[in-house]
């Protein structure tokens, strides 16, 4: 059966037939060799071969105080200028101010006015504000703080609470004196008392022995009781001016506690008052006013000068610190490769404006990388660069406070043959 199957098959061409009877060539079984060979030695090699992964970002080259802007909130003319480009400044001088309705001067006055103003008596009671300054957008607040400042110190001064207070305890102590009257009232009379009932049991007993007459005992009688009413009637005096001189007492004590709830709820109206004012002018300074916010060197970022139109966003102005200390850079690393990111690492940075075919790049290494990323997901990490900002190629960048440009950080090195394995390394732990 097994030779009727073999003969059945049928060669089509004698080529196949000499391709399957014929054994392989040397050069090709050599051939194959050295490409196996080949291939050995090549994934030999990759295991020595390495090389880093690169993170790509932006950088930013500054300094440890880096220069501080100073952007318009809003937009219009300049109004006033008080310094020049380069002019030593310090944190709090007035550089310059925009075009508004209120006088500077008023403004700053009334500013330094608060700073010293407190909420004590007597402060109250002396501290003048002017009257018809021109304050444009604090206005409002300020008529609101005159007008609370108004209300406690007309409080403080006519001191009707304390007027009500003594009138009440004049009149208690006049309570007083009246009650000890007829408290002595009462103790004289006891003694008429006493000696009504000593008349009394006498006249009893001489009527009971027949020694007198029934009239006379009774006017006897009579007389005790109606001695008898009239100490009711002196000590029921006495208990209702006990019971008002209970209740002066009280209305004592409420009018003291309405004083001291008026005066908290005046002077908190005022401090509200006085927080609102001071809220308003931070937000009239923030809005036209340009204030140095460091000690250091004033630059322009343009010409500036009186009349000169300012739009919202620009920036005006910056103060350049002195000491600016080391320069560093800063790169804004997406989270996407920033667990590959470490400190001591090198990182190449091709600065804006210097070609790094002709200029070459700044070498640095990672200093710090932050712990959490910021609302836009992105880390900041810090790099250590050369102090004389000279490139690869030996020529030192022009610092003016800050430079920007692209960062590359190398990160761990890994070999060829690594990175080939990687994908099947990959699959093998997912689906093995």
């Not at 444009?136 to 609470?161: I, K």
């Not at 309570?175 to 009504?196: C, M, S």
Request: glycine share 6%; proline share 3%.
């Amino acid at each position: 059966m097994k030779q009727e199957k073999e003969s059945d098959i049928e060669l089509r061409s004698e080529e196949v037939q000499e391709i399957l009877t014929r054994p392989p060539h040397a050069l090709v079984r050599w051939g194959i060799t050295v490409f196996f060979s080949v291939l050995a030695v090549v994934f030999v090699g990759g295991c020595f071969f390495q090389y880093p992964d690169v993170v790509d970002a932006t950088v930013t080259v500054t300094t440890e105080r880096p220069p501080v802007w100073m952007v318009a909130r809003s937009g219009g003319k300049i109004k006033e200028v008080y310094h020049a480009d380069r002019d030593s400044v310090y944190a709090g001088d007035l550089i310059a101010v925009l075009e508004n309705p209120a006088h500077t001067g008023d403004v700053r006055k009334l500013k330094e006015q608060l700073q010293t103003f407190s909420l004590a008596d007597s402060c109250v009671r002396t501290v003048r504000f002017p009257d018809k300054a021109v304050l444009g957008s604090v206005q409002t607040a300020y008529a609101a703080f005159l007008r609370s400042l108004t209300d406690y110190r007309n409080f403080l001064e006519l001191n009707l609470y304390a007027r009500q207070i003594k009138a009440t305890e004049e009149e208690l102590e006049e309570y007083g004196h009246y009650i000890a009257h007829l408290e002595r009232q009462v103790a004289l009379d006891n003694k008429q008392t006493e000696i009504a009932e000593t008349v009394h049991q006498r006249e009893k007993g001489l009527y009971e022995e027949g020694l007198t007459a029934k009239a006379e005992y009774e006017e006897a009688q009579q007389a005790l009781l109606a001695k008898r009413q009239s100490t009711e009637q002196l000590m029921t005096s006495l208990s209702n001016a006990r019971i008002q001189q209970a209740q002066l007492k009280q209305a004592i004590l409420q009018t003291r506690m309405e004083q001291e709830r008026e005066a908290n709820t005046l002077r908190t109206a005022l401090q509200t008052a006085c927080n609102e004012l001071k809220t308003s002018i931070s937000d009239w300074e923030l809005a036209y006013l340009f204030i140095s916010p460091a000690d250091g060197i004033l630059s322009y970022n343009n010409v500036w000068q009186k009349n000169q139109n300012v739009n919202n966003g620009d920036k005006v102005f910056s103060v350049v610190a002195k000491d600016m200390g080391a320069i560093i850079g800063k790169i804004k690393l997406p989270a996407g490769g920033s667990g590959k990111v470490k400190p001591g690492q090198r990182v190449n940075i091709s600065v804006t404006g210097y070609p790094y075919m002709e200029f070459g790049f700044l070498t640095g290494t990672v200093q710090s990388v932050s712990l959490l990323a910021d609302e836009e997901s992105m880390y900041t990490v810090t790099v250590r660069l050369p102090q004389d900002l000279h490139t690869s190629y030996g020529k030192p960048l022009h610092f003016r406070g800050e430079l920007t440009g692209d960062a590359q950080v190398l990160t761990d090195e890994r070999s060829v043959t690594a990175r080939l394995l990687s994908p099947l390394h990959y699959l093998w732990e997912k689906y093995f």
